[in-house]
């Protein structure tokens, strides 16, 4: 079965940086796109980063020329590298894949890993 494993959240203060982990199994991970969602107390669950197959990037707006997303295809993970943190960054990130389900696409979601940025 599809696994996603988070780590490397933490608490850091305001212009801090936090790298996040994601180990993914169960998935042909060299073909899947990955992507890097979170969730603020009381708010939706937002999309911050995607990484496709082929290494092309997308980000949030609240994010870009902050947050780096990248993969390791030898190793199954994807990562979030996270500069110049500010206290709006504070929320519990969690590692997305979809994979093809016939007609539709199934998401398949971590644990979560909570970032904690001090002011």
């Known amino acids: 079965q599809v696994q996603l494993v988070e780590s490397g959240g933490g608490l850091v203060q305001a212009g801090g940086s936090l790298r996040l982990s994601c180990a993914a199994s169960?998935?042909?991970?060299?073909?899947?796109?990955m992507s890097w969602y979170r969730q603020a107390p009381g708010k939706q669950r937002d999309l911050v980063a995607t990484?496709?197959?082929?290494?092309?990037?997308n980000y949030a707006d609240a994010v870009k020329g902050r947050f780096t997303i990248s993969r390791d295809n030898a190793k199954n993970t994807v990562y979030l590298q996270m500069n110049s943190l500010k206290p709006e960054d504070t929320a519990v990130y969690y590692c997305?894949?979809?994979?093809?389900?016939?007609?539709?696409?199934?998401?398949?979601w971590g644990q979560g890993t909570q970032v904690t940025v001090s002011s």
């Open positions: 169960g998935i042909i991970f060299s073909i899947s796109a």
């Open positions: 990484i496709t197959s082929f290494g092309s990037t």
């Open positions: 997305n894949t979809k994979r093809r389900n016939g007609l539709r696409w199934d998401d398949y």
